[in-house]
Structures are given as C-alpha cells and as structure tokens.
C-alpha cells in the first residue's frame, strides 16, 4: 500500500505561482513514475507533468514552459512548481504513483486561479 497527500493549493491570481507538494508513505526510488493530474469541473482527468524512475519528464503543451514536476527521493516527495498560472488551470489537482504494487492516488488539492 502507498499513501500520497497532496499539499500547496489554494487560491492564486492569474499569473502568480504556487508548488505542490505530495508526500509518499514508502520510498518512491523504485517506483516506475510519479505525475501529477488535474480535474477541473465538468471535465476529464489529465495529465499535466509525469517523471519517470529515470527522471525523464514529460508535459502536455498546455503546461509547457510553465510547470516543472520534480522529485527528492530522500523525502519521498514529488513537487509540482507551477508559474504563469491562468484561470484555465483552476481545478483539483492530484498525485499518482505507478508502482509494482499497482497504482496510487492522492485526495487531491484544489488550485484555484482568479482575479
């Protein structure tokens, strides 16, 4: 079993910045990826920022240039720095683990870009 809790959302204006944090209960070395997902209402999960065990990152072209996901594996913690945020990026954003015990979820934190 992995637990992942999300920390960092809130309320921010556009263009302003927040970092997401998500701590794991195990050591996230061996896990094969780490990402971060967001769900904005009425909408589907997607992807916004993946890395791989190898620490390669991946990111939809709509974060671009923007967010940045990394992680300390001696903390176990996986970081999502978002910059230049829009209002398009409000919503419930989540941590998964892809691990060899099956695959994780977080609660969720909700960010919320506004004027």
């Known amino acids: 079993q992995v ?3 999300e920390s960092g959302g809130g309320l921010v204006q556009p263009g302003g910045s927040l ?12 896990f094969n ?3 971060w997902y967001r769900q904005a209402p009425g909408k589907q ?3 916004v920022a993946v890395i791989t065990k190898g ?6 072209d ?7 996901i990394s992680r300390d594996n001696a903390e176990n913690t996986v970081y999502l720095q978002m910059n230049s945020l829009k209002p398009e990026d409000t919503g419930v ?5 892809d691990t060899i015990w099956g695959d994780y979820w ?3 934190t909700q960010v919320t870009v506004s004027s």
């Open 45 to 47: 999960r997607e992807s």
């Open 62 to 68: 709509s974060v671009k240039g923007r967010f940045t």
């Open 19 to 30: 970092r997401l944090s998500c701590a794991a209960s195990r050591s996230i070395f061996r």
């Open 3 to 5: 637990q992942l809790v």
């Open 55 to 60: 620490a390669d990152t991946n990111y939809p």
């Open 93 to 97: 954003y989540y941590c998964n683990a």
């Open 106 to 108: 977080g609660q969720g």
């Open 33 to 35: 990826a780490m990402g």
